[in-house]
């Protein structure tokens, strides 16, 4: 299997990305619009990264196996260029609901 992320010009191709970061958080919200919130390109833009910081997607593949190459911009025009490579996407059902997130 070919990797990924394919960039020989990249700082970052050589980045390593055997690390798993697990955000949780509870929202006052249905699921689904959680859930689009991150994997609809247009949306994840939008609210993700700090207050004031603006977000530049220079690819985005929000699906297992796909990578999300942006840059956030601060302010004063700083930018920092950041790498997301999304191993598993699962939209978790509630607890107690009983049916899996493929269910109808």
Do not use: H
Request: charge should be negative.
């Amino acid at each position: 299997m070919s990797a990924p992320f394919q960039n020989s010009g990249s700082p970052w191709q050589d980045w390593p990305v055997d690390r798993e970061i697990i955000l949780s958080r509870v929202i006052d919200a249905p699921r689904s619009v959680v859930c689009s919130a991150w994997t609809d390109p247009d949306q994840i833009g939008q609210w993700f990264g700090p207050d004031g910081m603006m977000i530049e997607s220079k690819e985005i593949d929000l699906r297992p196996g796909g990578v999300w190459r942006f840059d956030m911009v601060a302010p004063d025009g700083t930018r920092y260029t950041n790498r997301m490579l999304f191993l598993r996407i699962e939209a978790r059902p509630s607890a107690g609901n009983g049916r899996s997130a493929s269910a109808p």
